[in-house]
């Protein structure tokens, strides 16, 4: 039998406020531990919460970017429950009045397009972080991130697959990027995602009983998580048995994911509104405003890119789906001068190589934009010749020195001197006589070999067009 | 021999410096030495840190500097207001090595004002009791008949000012806990509109119920602590942005004119004989004085009670969980992994009422029962809230007895935990509606002092006051003292 696999998401991304979300402590991250605390967030007694303002004006632009509905009216709720990272055993959460609601985003992939409904998203406090490295085996907490601002998107059961799954939850963080929302650290916890999972015979329309799997902090866990889920359910109807609805843990390092609590184990959080908190309410004008300050979104980059530069779509779409990708992109097309597709092939092809080899992104390039126009234009009037430009490129990632120095430094300056080519090509035709003889004979391939042999002599360095006519001038 | 004079005639008297800050403080200390070994009224007592403070004060007054009314006036705090520096306890022994490393809004103020901290005083456990006794360390006693109670659950405060122990003390009021008290003891209390004074620092029984409020020798006094306590803080969120009067100015105008509801369902069954006589005794001064008095009704008065219980306790039990004993406060000794730790700590922190009260409150949030009880009760409590304002369309001020009862004797309970705030039916409703009111001693049943009532619209603490002033102008019960 065929199965589906039926996918909803809860995304939680740390806000990039300067503060936390009920005090004045900074939501700097890596400092000494408990060091960014006060009375507030660590819940003292008599210690009351006040909203703030910056966490409202973030989530009502993501909402807004995420084509959501915006609520005038919404309020704050507390979930109860005991952990020690929870200083005051109730998070500060929203329950039935979210902020915003009924959105959606688009997706593309070899499916074509597909509409993923946003139920809802909503603001809440995050956590402090449980530490197990204490020499006598006792855990510690550290309450730094306790109360920085999250907001929780929660998609519509709409995705079918991982690749559904990645892509939706890639938008999701591009589009966090562009409103600067979040800065989606994803190393440092900032993005992180809850999977809920069922599976179907294809073709049932009724819902299987779900699982649920807490705290995915990188896309490659993501999908690895869904992959194995979902094959695992689909194992036990099989065999003939019954999905228990749970609560079950991935873990990245064995690749597997075992139960964690079942639902009759499911804390009642006994939500109830905050009463040390005034409702949120929002003027229209507000939300206005907000609209109007968003930038300009990854979709809507990507058409201009298609549109104005000719960018084929697969680049345009690769390019915006990072913010930094896409402001590199556009820096370096200003700067160059010259044709923006020079720019995308090169960002599709070295820069995306060296991304994949280093597990880096966008973020994480060593040099302005200006050096790799720098580069392109080298390339252009013929300083470098193409093969050498990428190993000065290669270098540069490494580095982050500029291209023009690194030329000379490697020594990958160019030979267009006519005179002292004429003399490398003239030996190169002595060692191989046979080659000239057969080009002679009308074997025109010949002449491809005696430029390849030319460059080697040269390490690259010749002139490949100057190359050509000296050989065929000489023959 | 300056333990029974108003704030204002100490005031007088230290700024015409007839008597210096610190002699006032040694004398009251003095007092508390000799005396609450009997009341009980104190948990901590600042002897030393109470003098340098004095001391700092009268220099500051030798050198002429212009200080506020209140400085180097002795007071005394309920445990549950946070004082940096110095313990609070909330009478549990969860916080009872508990030394904040901040400040209340309210204790910054007075502090500020130049207010001498005598120390800090007993109450029910986190606020949370009937008569004072549910405190983890001692039992208070009433100053006027050391066999009753004090009254809930400010009974430190209330008791320490009756007696003589200090100036003027700071209660809360969640469902009563300032009012009860003071009209059991005989002094002034006012509990003000939600939002008039800040919650920061004040350690929560029920966020959306309490409200920190002075207690008094009398109502001038009550009008100027109110004034040095109140105004917004932007720490809590619940504090109104309005603009706070100067509540002595308007005291002296009279109530020619006023118009006074009086409530029959607030002395019906269940209210003290004796109780409702001296209250009406009181009415009548009020309509000599120039007042229209008449009868109305605030039919759901009857819920109020029940729905109190319900809406209190589910905050609290939510309030009460991050006593867990993993940062602050008391940890049990032995356990053998996290959920024994949480069970024993509470278990061993927390008295036989808080623990009620949490399994009372989180029963009602739990899912299945949230929209029968919790959802329910903040219904009633619109209804309430309804009554009053329909009421108010037509009075200035609702006048009613303040504690349904005033003989409870030390020790004499029932069972049935709804019976034991049962004096607190008419102190309730102003709580779950956030108005203000003001308890004032308006006569005798035997030995002990009965309290009278007035309630009044949002933000209306001066009719109040004004109100309760002239009636002590006219009367004199507010002048008498117990013989402790």
């Keep these: 039998m065929n199965y589906e696999t039926v996918i909803g998401l809860e995304i939680h991304a740390e806000l990039a406020t300067n503060t936390k979300i009920f005090c004045g402590c900074t939501t700097a991250f890596g400092d000494k531990e408990n060091t960014h605390c006060c009375p507030v967030c660590l819940g003292l007694p008599g210690a009351l919460p006040v909203l703030n303002k910056k966490v409202i004006e973030y989530a009502v632009k ?96 709409d995705l079918r697959s991982a690749e559904e799954a990645r892509l939706y939850a890639e938008k999701i963080k ?74 079950r843990k991935w873990d990245d390092v064995t690749g597997k994911n075992t139960s964690l609590r079942s639902k009759e184990e499911a804390h009642d959080y006994r939500y109830f509104p905050e ?12 939300i206005e405003r907000i609209r109007k300050e968003l930038p300009e979104l990854p979709d809507k980059r990507a058409k201009r890119y298609v549109e104005e530069w000719g960018l084929p779509e697969y680049d345009a779409g690769v390019i915006t789906a990072s913010r930094p990708m896409a402001v590199f992109f556009e820096e370096c097309v200003k700067s160059y001068g010259g044709d923006p597709k020079t720019v995308s092939n090169w960002v599709m092809g070295e820069l995306m190589r060296l991304f994949n080899e280093k597990g880096a992104g966008a973020e994480d390039i060593p040099f302005p934009a200006v050096y790799m126009a720098d580069l392109l234009k080298l390339v252009d009037d013929g300083t470098v010749s193409g093969s050498a430009a990428k190993r000065v490129f290669t270098e540069m990632f490494e580095t982050g020195e500029q291209p023009k120095k690194l030329v000379e430094r490697l020594g990958l300056l160019q030979i267009s001197d006519e005179e ?41 360095k010749a002139n490949p067009a100057l190359v050509n006519n000296i050989l065929k001038k000489l023959l | 021999m300056y333990h029974y004079m108003t704030v204002s005639e100490l005031a007088q008297r230290i700024k015409k410096r007839e008597v210096s800050a610190e002699e006032t403080t040694r004398s009251f200390i003095e007092r508390i030495e000799e005396l609450d070994e009997k009341v009980g009224a104190y948990i901590t007592v600042e002897k030393d840190r109470a003098l340098k403070t004095a001391r700092d004060i009268d220099k500051k007054l030798k050198q002429g500097c212009e200080l506020s009314p209140l400085a180097g006036i002795p007071m005394a705090l309920k445990d549950n207001i946070c004082t940096e520096n110095i313990r609070t306890t909330c009478a549990s022994k969860t916080l009872e090595d508990f030394v904040p490393p901040y400040s209340a809004d309210v204790y910054e103020r007075l502090e500020k004002a130049g207010c001498i901290t005598l120390g800090k005083t007993n109450m029910d456990e986190f606020a949370m009791g009937s008569s004072t006794e549910s405190s983890a360390f001692k039992v208070t006693r009433n100053p006027w008949d050391d066999s009753s109670i004090p009254g809930d659950s400010s009974g430190g405060s209330a008791a320490a000012v009756a007696a003589g122990m200090a100036a003027f003390a ?51 006094d009550c009008a100027l602590v109110l004034n040095h306590i109140c105004g917004h803080d932007r720490r809590d969120s619940t504090s109104m942005v309005v603009a706070a009067p100067d509540f002595q100015a308007g005291l002296e105008e009279g109530i020619r004119g006023m118009r006074i ?119 009633v409590r619109t209804l309430i809230k309804a009554d009053f304002d329909s009421v108010f369309e037509d009075y200035d001020l609702i ?28 102190t309730v409703p102003a709580n779950i509606a956030g108005l203000p009111a003001l308890s004032v001693p308006c006569g005798f049943l035997g030995n002990l002092p009965v309290g009278m009532q007035f309630i009044g619209k949002p933000f209306a603490e001066s009719t109040l006051l004004r109100a309760a002033y002239a009636y002590q102008q006219n009367t004199g019960f507010h002048k008498m003292h117990p013989q402790v």
């Design chain 1, 62 to 157: 993501a909402g807004l970017a995420t084509n959501c509905q915006i609520n005038g009216f919404s309020k704050l709720d507390r979930k109860n429950y005991f952990y020690p990272d929870l200083p005051k055993a109730y998070q500060i959460s929203q329950y039935d009045q979210p902020l915003c609601e009924e959105g959606y985003l688009d997706i593309k992939g070899d499916f074509g397009s597909k509409r993923i409904g946003i139920t809802r998203i909503h603001i809440e406090e995050d956590a402090g972080k449980l530490l197990h490295e204490a020499e006598d085996g006792s855990t510690l907490v550290d309450y730094n991130r306790g109360g920085v601002p999250l907001i929780e998107i929660v998609s519509e059961p």
């Design chain 1, 174 to 247: 591009a589009i966090l990027e562009y409103t600067e929302v979040s800065d989606c650290r994803m190393q440092e916890g900032s993005l992180r995602f809850d999977v809920n999972l069922s599976v179907r015979p294809e073709g049932n329309s009724v819902l299987g009983t779900r699982t649920e799997m807490k705290n995915l902090n990188s896309f490659r866990a993501l999908v690895n998580a869904i992959e194995d889920e979902s094959k695992r359910q689909i194992e036990v109807l099989e065999s003939g048995g019954e999905v228990v609805q749970e609560t």
């Design chain 1, 275 to 286: 009463p040390d908190l005034v409702p949120v309410v929002l003027e229209e004008e507000y």
């Design chain 1, 420 to 460: 002292a080519l004429t003399g490398i090509i003239k030996r190169v035709m002595e060692k191989n006589p046979q080659s000239v003889e057969d080009y002679r004979a009308g074997t025109k391939k010949a002449l491809g070999f005696l430029v390849g042999q030319t460059m080697k002599e040269t390490k690259g």
């Design chain 2, 170 to 220: 700071l209660g809360t009021d969640t469902g009563g806990s300032i009012r009860q008290p003071t009209a059991l003891c005989g002094v002034v209390g006012m509990k003000p509109t939600y939002g008039r004074v800040s919650r920061y620092g004040v350690v929560a029984y029920a966020s959306s119920l309490d409200q920190v409020g002075p207690i008094t020798r009398d109502v001038k």
């Design chain 2, 261 to 379: 509801g009086i409530p029959s369902e607030y002395f019906g069954k269940g209210i003290e004989q004796g109780v409702r006589d001296r209250v009406t005794e009181a009415i009548g001064v009020l309509e000599d004085l120039g007042a229209e008095c008449e009868e109305v009704s605030l039919p759901h008065t009857i819920y109020a009670l029940s729905a109190y219980y319900i809406i209190s306790s589910a905050e609290a039990s939510s309030n009460m969980a991050r006593y867990d004993g993993i940062r602050y406060g008391y940890r049990a000794k032995d356990y053998s992994d996290l959920l024994d730790m949480y069970i024993k700590t509470r278990s061993e922190g927390f008295g036989a009422e808080v623990k009620r009260r949490i399994m009372l409150g989180t029963y009602a949030l739990s899912s299945g029962n949230y929209d029968a009880y919790y959802k329910k009760a903040q219904k």
């Design chain 2, 399 to 426: 006048v009613c007895p303040t504690s349904s009862l005033v003989v409870i004797r030390s020790g004499e309970k029932t069972n049935d935990p709804l019976q034991k705030i049962l004096p607190n039916v008419n």
